[in-house]
């Protein structure tokens, strides 16, 4: 079965500094998506990256990064610069690429963003 | 238009009452998924529509009843519900089922509270 963990309910970080959501995942399959959502307290969950675990290369996008890991099942999130509108709980999530329809979240981390 | 819409934000209903969520998406996607957030937990799959025909029923009770009246359209009738069942639900959709490499696009949700 796949689970995937995030180990760092809260975290909070200085606006314009860096800072990094761990993640970890354990799955028999061979080809699968990790996926990072946030969900700011308007409650809607925005797709903030995503990697296919088949490419080596980490995905990016603008402020956001991931630092794929695949042999050791790690799949963080780097946010650099961060800004308040980055406030807000962000899910780890994995889903099999055999089409099983189903997520599989973490159980989040709490992220603040102080001026 | 790139969003899911859900109607009505809040609901607040008795436990003999029916009422009826509303979700909503114009993207063209083929799959809407029926999720359940308790406060701080990750979202909980319960229904799965795959060209508006139901592909997964996470072993949700009968108070809750699906309908997919169209490709664009995701209903979720209630009816009998129990305190515990206050929830935020959130309505997806992928454009196939098993989000795949894309993603879901969530809406907002709808706040329940039963009484």
């Known amino acids: 079965a796949q689970t995937v963990t995030q180990s760092q309910p809260e975290m909070s970080v200085q606006e314009a500094e860096t800072v990094t959501l761990s993640c970890t995942y354990d799955t028999s399959e061979n080809n699968y998506y990790l996926f990072w959502y946030k969900q700011p307290p308007s409650r809607q969950m925005i797709l903030v990256i995503r990697?296919?675990?088949?490419?080596?290369q980490n995905a990016t996008e603008n402020r956001f990064s991931v630092n794929f890991q695949k042999a050791a099942k790690s799949f963080s999130l780097k946010i650099s610069d961060s800004q308040l509108g980055d406030t807000a709980m962000y899910f780890c999530?994995?889903?099999?690429?055999?089409?099983?329809?189903?997520?599989?979240f973490g159980t989040g981390t709490r992220l603040k963003v102080l001026a | 238009d790139t969003e899911v819409t859900q109607t009505p934000k809040h609901l607040v209903m008795g436990m003999t009452n029916k009422k009826s969520l509303k979700c909503e998406q114009h993207?063209?996607?083929?799959?809407m998924y029926w999720y359940k957030q308790k406060a701080k937990k990750p979202p909980e799959l319960m229904f799965v529509?795959?060209?508006?025909?139901?592909?997964i029923n996470e072993s949700v009770p009968s108070r809750f009843s699906p309908e997919c009246p169209n490709s664009s359209l995701l209903n979720l009738h209630l009816h009998a519900l129990q305190p515990e069942d206050s929830a935020l639900y959130l309505c997806?959709?992928?454009?196939?089922?098993?989000?795949?490499?894309?993603?879901?696009?969530f809406g907002s949700g709808t706040r329940l509270t039963v009484v």
């Open positions: 529509y795959s060209y508006e025909k139901l592909s």
């Open positions: 990697q296919e675990a088949y490419k080596q």
């Open positions: 993207m063209g996607h083929r799959a």
């Open positions: 999530a994995s889903e099999s690429a055999s089409g099983t329809y189903k997520y599989i």
């Open positions: 997806a959709s992928s454009q196939a089922a098993g989000a795949g490499y894309n993603g879901y696009t």
